[in-house]
Nanobody, 116 residues
């Protein structure tokens, strides 16, 4: 089992910035990748950004150039720097871990609201 501590969500005005953090812990697991999904009301969960153990990154087209993902494998921590936020970025953001055995685990989510 994997436990998560997520932080950094909140309310921000359009054009503002937030930084999400996620720390994973548990017994005897090795990380293949970590990242963030988000789910807005009435919409499907979508992948926002991911980073692999080898520091390969991927982003949704809608956030490229605005969001930056980074991670620390030793600390099993992932960060998402979100700049130039838009109202359409409003969602619950979920941290995830994919282990080297291809098991998937999810955090409890943190709310991000972009509104004036």
């Amino acid at each position: 089992q994997v436990q998560f501590v997520e932080s950094g969500g909140g309310l921000v005005q359009p054009g503002g910035s937030l930084r999400l953090s996620c720390a994973a812990s548990g017994n005897d697991f090795s990380i293949y990748g970590m990242g963030w999904y988000r789910q807005a009301p009435g919409k499907q969960r979508e992948l926002v950004a991911g980073i692999t153990r080898g520091d390969s990154t991927s982003y949704a087209d809608s956030v490229k150039g605005r969001f930056t993902i980074s991670g620390d494998n030793a600390k099993k921590t992932v960060y998402l720097q979100m700049n130039s936020l838009k109202p359409e970025d409003t969602a619950v953001y979920y941290c995830y871990v994919t282990t080297r055995s291809q098991a998937h685990f999810w955090g409890q989510g943190t709310q991000v609201t972009v509104s004036s």
